[in-house]
């Protein structure tokens, strides 16, 4: 029966879309979380805790997904991914207790972590302008981030959290099939490179890009859970002379996303021309910049500052997979990625427990903010350590 679907491809679109529900099931709970707090009788500093099992596996388990798409093909890892993740969202929806929504979140996150490792690696398996490539699929993601909140504050205008959980598991069994339907025979090669190889087919400088590639993944994993997470409740919080409605506060959440997701784009495009060295210290220069700024005012000005600091914040993510692209070969690509989203998802599911004892012991949600300005950095530092290879 899994005969048809094995070492099966689809076109960008397909691998793009299944990027947006990766990220938009992961953040349900980000917006989620308040409601479902009520309903359970905690404060949301109590509850956002219980969704840090889930982050952690949606890091932690990316090895393991990579090692089963090694074995069974990626196309049917990409099956399970859609259909796994589906039905773990309506099994959260019928949560009854913290601990069983936290099982619910945790198996969310179990699923979620095939996405990273297997849709990227299918993606990557051509590498013609794999940059702008990357920028695309980026912004598909983000999207997901932009109008988790957005749709997810829609949804408990009218209803509340539990009706969000399920009507998503429901889209996502429902796009599984149209991503079966799609499949089809993978017939293209990765091109020959002309850059000098060692006898695996990794580039000379590998282990220093690879060096380079863990420093920004764990620093940038940091920064981009904490933004991806808190803004929508930092919204609510630092907004109430403009707004105390949770779909208007999800609606800017989701404008400050959307808008700074197309930074990607013009980040793919310039590592497809000059080095993405150079475009990561200048990014990292923005993120330090911005974040700090945003952290410090409220209303309109804080709106301003979040858009250009997320640009930043989105604008890196191309840069890793793009430069790793150059240095290892697609034999290796599912196990290296499987490293990286293990220290980068991981690194960022620690922003939550860290934000609800420092919510609890009387700092502010800003303070949060100030902490990921200077985390980033490390990631100017890691620019240092980068190669100055070009393109392919």
């Given at each position: 029966?899994?005969?048809?679907?094995?070492?099966?491809?689809?076109?960008?679109?397909?691998?793009?879309?299944?990027?947006?529900?990766?990220?938009?099931?992961?953040?349900?709970?980000?917006?989620?979380a308040?409601?479902?707090?009520?309903?359970?009788?905690?404060?949301?500093e109590?509850?956002?805790?219980?969704?840090?099992?889930?982050?952690?596996?949606?890091?932690?388990?990316?090895?393991?997904?990579?090692?089963?798409?090694?074995?069974?093909?990626?196309?049917?890892?990409?099956?399970?991914?859609?259909?796994?993740?589906?039905?773990?969202?309506?099994?959260?929806?019928?949560?009854?207790?913290?601990?069983?929504?936290?099982?619910?979140?945790?198996?969310?996150?179990?699923?979620?972590?095939?996405?990273h490792?297997?849709?990227?690696?299918?993606?990557?398996?051509?590498?013609?302008?794999?940059?702008?490539?990357?920028?695309?699929?980026?912004?598909?993601?983000?999207?997901?981030?932009?109008?988790a909140?957005?749709?997810?504050?829609?949804?408990?205008?009218?209803?509340?959290?539990?009706?969000?959980?399920?009507?998503?598991?429901?889209?996502?069994?429902?796009?599984?099939?149209?991503f079966?339907?799609?499949?089809?025979?993978?017939?293209?090669?990765?091109?020959?490179?002309?850059?000098?190889?060692?006898?695996y087919?990794?580039?000379?400088?590998?282990r220093?890009?690879?060096?380079?590639?863990?420093?920004?993944?764990?620093?940038?994993?940091?920064?981009?859970?904490?933004?991806?997470?808190?803004?929508?409740?930092y919204?609510?919080?630092?907004?109430?002379?403009?707004?105390?409605?949770?779909?208007?506060?999800?609606?800017?959440?989701?404008?400050?996303?959307?808008?700074?997701?197309?930074?990607?784009?013009?980040?793919?495009?310039?590592?497809?021309?000059?080095?993405?060295?150079?475009?990561?210290?200048?990014?990292?220069?923005?993120?330090?910049?911005?974040?700090?700024?945003?952290?410090?005012?409220?209303?309109?000005?804080?709106?301003?500052?979040?858009?250009?600091?997320?640009?930043?914040?989105?604008?890196?993510?191309?840069?890793?997979?793009?430069?790793?692209?150059?240095?290892?070969?697609?034999?290796?690509?599912?196990?290296i990625?499987?490293?990286?989203?293990?220290?980068?998802?991981?690194?960022?599911?620690?922003?939550?427990?860290?934000?609800?004892?420092?919510?609890?012991?009387?700092?502010?949600?800003?303070?949060?903010?100030?902490?990921?300005?200077?985390?980033?950095?490390?990631?100017?530092?890691?620019?240092?350590?980068?190669?100055?290879l070009?393109?392919?």
């Amino acid at each position: 029966m899994t005969s048809h679907f094995h070492n099966k491809t689809v076109s960008d679109i397909f691998i793009n879309v299944s990027h947006f529900l990766d990220h938009f099931m992961m953040l349900i709970f980000a917006k989620a979380a308040y409601d479902a707090g009520r309903h359970f009788g905690v404060s949301y500093e109590q509850i956002i805790s219980y969704g840090t099992l889930g982050l952690i596996l949606f890091g932690a388990c990316a090895p393991i997904s990579a090692r089963l798409a090694d074995r069974y093909s990626r196309s049917i890892m990409m099956m399970v991914y859609h259909f796994g993740i589906g039905a773990a969202a309506i099994l959260t929806s019928f949560a009854n207790s913290l601990l069983s929504m936290m099982m619910g979140l945790a198996l969310i996150g179990v699923f979620a972590s095939i996405y990273h490792p297997v849709g990227i690696a299918m993606l990557l398996k051509q590498n013609e302008r794999i940059g702008f490539r990357l920028g695309v699929n980026g912004v598909f993601g983000n999207m997901g981030v932009a109008l988790a909140p957005l749709i997810i504050g829609l949804i408990l205008l009218f209803d509340d959290w539990r009706t969000g959980f399920l009507m998503s598991g429901f889209f996502c069994l429902g796009y599984g099939l149209i991503f079966a339907l799609n499949l089809k025979p993978d017939q293209k090669a990765s091109p020959q490179r002309s850059t000098k190889t060692n006898k695996y087919g990794f580039v000379d400088g590998w282990r220093r890009a690879l060096l380079a590639l863990a420093l920004i993944t764990s620093a940038g994993g940091f920064v981009f859970g904490g933004m991806t997470f808190l803004v929508p409740r930092y919204f609510e919080m630092e907004m109430q002379n403009l707004t105390t409605s949770v779909a208007m506060t999800g609606l800017l959440a989701s404008i400050v996303y959307a808008v700074a997701s197309f930074a990607q784009i013009g980040v793919g495009w310039l590592i497809d021309k000059i080095s993405a060295k150079i475009v990561l210290l200048y990014i990292a220069v923005g993120q330090i910049i911005f974040i700090f700024l945003a952290a410090s005012f409220s209303s309109l000005s804080l709106f301003f500052f979040m858009i250009i600091a997320m640009s930043f914040v989105f604008g890196q993510i191309p840069i890793t997979d793009a430069v790793m692209v150059r240095y290892v070969p697609d034999i290796w690509r599912g196990r290296i990625l499987s490293i990286k989203f293990l220290l980068n998802l991981c690194i960022g599911a620690t922003v939550l427990p860290l934000s609800s004892y420092m919510l609890q012991t009387g700092f502010q949600m800003s303070d949060m903010f100030f902490l990921m300005s200077m985390i980033a950095c490390l990631i100017f530092m890691s620019g240092f350590i980068l190669p100055s290879l070009h393109k392919n």
